[in-house]
């Protein structure tokens, strides 16, 4: 099959790798016919991710046709279309039993933190990705969901990560009526959580973001204020002005290790590693926030060391929500979200692109050019 091939920082390209096989009784075989490059994907293009290795395929977000399943699966019928959350998991584990899916225990060795996910480095699970013609995909009978026939395929497509994760976002924020919310960053995710904001109840909804083409869009898909931090000189300051001088009662981090910003911090957390990632945004968003208010976190970072003002956070008497998307939890509501015609996830994607192509669309997406958005990539021989 073709499939992307990692060869080493800022080096993918598609090749002819082995088609998967079932594995173990629980396995199912699908067909991809859209996968999508994740903003998180970049850190792992970047270098940034331990225990990235060479040969792995990527992609954690994609939907497909079952072609093939083991003897122990009894939900999935060869033919079935699914979404394919991007946590692995298996469903029965302390934590999947409370819909904790991205905690799972049983599918990383490492599973002190972070559950399996697929195409992301050894470090959650070695799993190989959906940016290929095929995938295994474990635990079948409780990952993948059907795809209903009312619902399109690319709306499907969005419910594998970006829509779940800005949506759990939004919602750790506890947002109430009436409540001001910040999300920082312009990408899928923050562009999720700030339409998600709206449709927890939020008053007011400000994004923060440095690319004009990236807070244009997020201005008409998600009807929202925007701030170009390149034009402010104190974050906090800047929307303490905004509040009346309270700050805002939720914060949002959807940017993660790769946070432009603090000079000091991108030099130490992405140049030279000493920490895991860049802490900008974490500074920005537990100084912008009021008292007695919440940040919430859905940026990746690495799993060792940070510089995070934690002092102020305890002194502002703030609460800390953070993880992975459980996305299977959100499925129903957010599919009720499109049926009413509350948004529209597929219209974050703005490139549709080829498999044969991806090392272009990584160039593309990840030095922000022909203002793209979303890219999605297309398998060849698929024409759904």
Known sequence: MLALNYRGPYRVRASQKPDPVIEHPNDAIVQVLRSCICGSDLHLYHG????????????????????????????????????????????????????????????????????????????????????????????????????????????????????????????????????????????????????????????????????????????????????????????????????????????????????????????????LKMQAGSATVLHWAINSVRKGGTVSIVGVYGPTFNAVPIGNAVNKGLTLRMNQASVKRHLPRLMEHIRAGHIEPHKVITHRMPLEEVSDAYHLFSSKLDGCIKPVLIPPGVTV
């Open 48 to 271: 940034l991710v331990p225990d990235t290795r060479v040969g792995t395929t990527f992609g954690h977000e994609f939907v497909g046709t079952v072609v093939d399943i083991g003897d122990s699966v009894q939900n999935l019928q060869r033919g079935d279309r699914v979404l394919v959350p991007f946590n692995v998991f298996c469903g029965s584990c302390y934590f999947c039993q409370r819909e904790l899916y991205g905690n799972c225990h049983n599918t990383n060795p490492q599973a002190t933190a972070v559950g399996g996910i697929y195409g992301y480095s050894h470090t959650a699970g070695g799993f190989d990705g959906g940016q290929a013609q095929f995938v295994r995909v474990p635990f079948a009978d409780v990952g993948p969901t059907k795809i209903p026939d009312d619902l399109l395929l690319e709306d499907a497509l969005m419910l594998t990560d970006a829509f779940p994760t800005g949506y759990q976002a939004a919602e750790m924020g506890g947002i109430r009526e009436g409540d001001t919310v910040v999300v920082f960053g312009a990408g899928p995710v923050g562009i999720f959580a700030a339409k998600s904001a709206w449709l927890l109840g939020a008053g007011r909804v400000i994004v923060v973001d440095h690319l004009e083409y990236r807070l244009d869009f997020v201005r008409n898909f998600a009807q929202c204020e925007t701030i170009d931090f390149k034009s402010v000189d104190d974050m906090a300051i800047h929307i303490k002005k905004m509040t009346d001088w309270l700050g805002a009662d939720v914060c949002i981090d959807c940017v993660g290790c790769e946070a432009a910003g603090s000079a000091l911090q991108r030099l130490t957390g992405v140049k």
